[in-house]
């Protein structure tokens, strides 16, 4: 699967713009400012249906127009209209979150992803995503949950705890599954990360589920407020047996949450989903060294990868796109 073209129109930095891509990797290379990392978002946009950088996004946004063409078991032409009536269209018809998600396996790498990443939501979320590559339906279970949460919130200010009770059967069973799915996954990533030969450092995922009983029934009724989430699981990365964000320099923690995006990247390859990769500022607080190591992991991947850099980055045959401040 690859991204054909782009073509955008008044999406953040840009007014008008077009590009083609070549199958394998892509970079992307210009000064700060320049638009690159805006141009990785409207790329993501246009297979998820959703911004990468800012939820907001929409709210401040007049009118948008993003169009692309996708090359998989057939094309797919995408339409994505950003304004009052957002509409994201394959092939002219209203497609859903969980339809591009499907259809349009994507990785995201970037310094938002970094910033993230020592928060519990984040690497609980990666797990999901692991889910997601053998039940996409998981998807269905994590916004069901969250609309029931929100509604719990509203039945809270009512004080309706007979609701809450009913509701709260629901949760706990939507939880329960994203629970077992995540279990699962957390083993299918110490497989793959038992493999790894970027960092010659033993690197492990430790999961453990929190679990809904009366006493923290009884406890959100008296606190008024949600205890039980989708993110109150417990989740720690060891490297060494150490806790990452505890004992870990920057450039390993950077290394890490790489290793874990190529066992991600590696697990929809083998279900030949063939996800399309993003990588944002992977320069940056990474030796010369180790920046080497994952260019050439990256060499070796056959989906088709986006990079985007102020210039430094250089890999045989990749098809070179060079943006200018104001383009």
């Known amino acids: 699967m690859y991204l054909n073209y ?96 499907t259809l349009f396996p994507s990785i995201i790498f970037s ?71 995540r279990k699962k996954s957390a083993q299918t990533i110490n497989l793959y990360l038992n493999k790894q030969n970027i960092l010659q450092k033993n690197i492990k995922i430790v999961y453990s589920p929190f679990l809904f009983d009366e006493k923290i029934e009884h406890l959100e009724i008296q606190t008024m407020h949600n205890i039980f989430t989708l993110y109150k699981d417990s989740i720690n990365i060891l490297l060494d047996e150490n806790n990452i964000f505890s004992y870990s320099s920057v450039g390993e923690k950077k290394m890490v949450l790489f290793t874990l995006m190529s066992s991600l990247i590696n697990h929809y390859n083998i279900y030949e989903k063939e996800p399309i990769i993003m990588i944002d500022d992977i320069e940056s607080d990474i030796s010369k060294k180790n920046l080497e190591k994952i260019l050439d992991n990256i060499s070796k991947l056959k989906n088709q990868i986006f990079i985007t850099t102020l210039g430094n980055i250089k890999m045989i045959n990749a098809n070179i796109l060079t943006l200018s401040e104001g383009t």
């Open 6 to 101: 782009i073509s955008i129109f008044n999406f953040r930095n840009y007014k008008e713009f077009y590009s083609t891509f070549k199958p394998d990797i892509n970079i992307i290379q210009g000064e700060n400012a320049s638009g690159k990392t805006n141009l990785l978002d409207a790329i993501y946009f246009l297979l998820n249906s959703h911004s990468f950088i800012s939820k907001k996004f929409l709210e401040k946004q007049k009118e948008s127009l993003l169009k692309g063409n996708v090359i998989k078991d057939i094309s797919y032409n995408i339409t994505i209209s950003l304004n009052k009536n957002k509409k994201s269209l394959i092939n002219s018809k209203n497609r859903s979150l969980k339809d591009f998600k």
């Open 111 to 181: 310094i938002k992803d970094f910033t993230n990443f020592s928060e519990k939501k984040y690497t609980l979320s990666l797990l999901d995503k692991f889910s997601f590559v053998e039940n996409p339906n998981i998807i269905i279970n994590i916004i069901n949950t969250l609309k029931q949460l929100k509604f719990k919130r509203y039945l809270f200010e009512k004080k309706d705890y007979n609701t809450i009770k009913i509701i709260n059967k629901d949760i706990n069973k939507n939880i329960q599954i994203i629970q077992e799915n």
